[in-house]
């Protein structure tokens, strides 16, 4: 609790965490000396805030551009928003396969400071890379293992889309790659290994052989979420490859599996935690409570099936309405999402929706312009404001949400 009506301010916490909220509050209620040439001080609102993140796990998910300020604005930004962890799905060099990163990848020494970083805010990071597929995207690091050297080709599917699951050889491969990123991430509590949009997985000869691909696809995962367990770490992955493609139960949600993916589901051990994203304008996919039921059926598909399942919106379209079904419905939390788009007043809004409201309160509804005379990418703005402050960062070409 935070009481800035006594004359002394009083915060009262049950953990470290607690007090650090409090700061953060303060420090957001927090108004510049008024009345004066330079502001030498701040006036703190008289208020009492008995309040508490209703949702255990609060990410954000990066996987923007690499340049560190940026990746250290962002994680300052997510712990000053009351996130919890932060899912840094970047390209880092690694020492044992050099040549599956681009040179642009992160150090692991800087993505060791970053760790360092978030576990003095109080916000922990999160490994990301693929398991399964998004090979030929940067996201996960670049396709340029088929670019430089034909031979790398059997560790692949034939597009050099998705690794080739059934091949000893890549799984080891993936192995020394999942290996070395918890490492560097000081053994994180939570591995995210995608595993979303595998497309053209399972089409090459060793693949297709024997039919019943889903099951190769199960014993993946399992291996992979074995090999986290092993290192004390539960492995997520993102939903849409587990349910059949716009079957009607859940037509115009997000999926892109195919006839097996009932059974593919079934297969997968129930410590995986499901990452559902929906993106789409909340009204494709979001019905107001009616009847005391209430949309996004794929979350309802996976917790009815014994999952555990963090919700995942981007921007602002989905996120208050996936914050409250996870709330009402049992999920874990949210994780929320950026993608390429960190660089903009409205993704920066992303943040602002996913942390502050989903995550914290999910009942509560975030500001808009209709509520009168504001506008909150400014809002936002003097936010980004502060965390440019703790960073030093003075330089026009980097101030504001850019
Ligand atoms: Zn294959």
């Known amino acids: 609790m935070l009481d800035t009506t006594t004359p ?31 502001a030498t001080s701040f006036v703190i609102p008289q208020v009492r805030m008995d309040d508490f993140p209703q949702l255990r796990f609060r990410g954000l998910h990066y996987c923007d551009k690499l340049e560190p300020w940026r990746i250290e604005r962002a994680i300052r930004l997510a712990a000053y928003f009351k996130f919890n962890y932060f899912v840094l799905e970047c390209p880092m ?19 060791r ?6 576990k003095e805010l109080g916000i922990t990071l999160i490994p990301c890379v693929s398991i399964f597929g998004h090979q030929s995207s940067i996201v996960s690091g670049g396709q340029i293992l088929l670019d430089q050297d034909p031979a790398y080709a ?41 595993c979303d949009e595998a497309y053209n997985a399972g089409s090459c000869s060793l693949c297709r052989k024997g039919g019943e691909y889903w099951k190769k ?37 997000t999926s892109n599996g195919n006839k097996d993916a009932g059974k593919l589901r079934g297969a997968i051990n129930r410590d995986v935690i499901i990452c559902y994203w929906e993106y789409r304008f909340a009204d494709h996919h979001y019905r107001a409570p009616k009847d005391g039921v209430m949309g996004f059926p794929l979350f309802d598909l996976f917790r009815k099936e014994g999952f555990d399942v963090l919700n995942s919106g981007w921007f602002y379209d989905t996120t208050p309405a996936l914050g ?54 400014d809002i936002l703005n003097r936010y980004v404001r502060d965390v440019n402050y703790d960073m030093g960062i003075r330089d026009p070409a980097k101030t504001g949400t850019k």
């Open 324 to 377: 409250e079904k996870a709330f009402k419905n049992g999920g874990l939390g949210i994780l929320q999402t950026t993608w390429h788009e960190l660089n903009n007043s409205g993704s920066y809004h992303t943040i602002y929706a996913g942390g502050s409201t989903s995550g914290w309160n999910p009942l509560a509804r975030c500001p808009t312009v209709s509520d009168g005379p504001i506008f909150t990418v």
């Open 154 to 194: 059997s560790l692949l599917e034939p597009t050099g889309s998705s690794w080739c699951i059934s091949n000893p050889a890549a799984v080891e491969y993936v192995e020394d790659i999942v290996s070395e990123y918890l490492d560097v991430y000081d053994n994180p509590p939570y591995f995210h290994a995608t």
């Open 8 to 38: 002394e301010i009083v915060i009262t916490a049950s953990s470290l965490a607690g007090v650090r909220y409090a700061l953060c509050s303060m420090r957001q209620l927090a108004e510049s000396e008024r009345g004066v040439a330079r």
């Open 93 to 111: 060099e690694l020492k044992k396969h050099p040549e599956y990163v681009k040179k642009s990848a992160l150090s692991q020494e800087q993505v």
């Open 217 to 253: 696809v199960a014993n993946h995962i399992n291996h992979f979420r074995d090999f986290c367990a092993a290192r004390n770490c539960r492995m997520m992955i993102w939903h849409d490859m587990l349910v059949l493609k716009d079957a009607p139960a859940w037509k115009g949600s």
């Open 113 to 118: 400071r970053f760790v360092q970083l978030g």
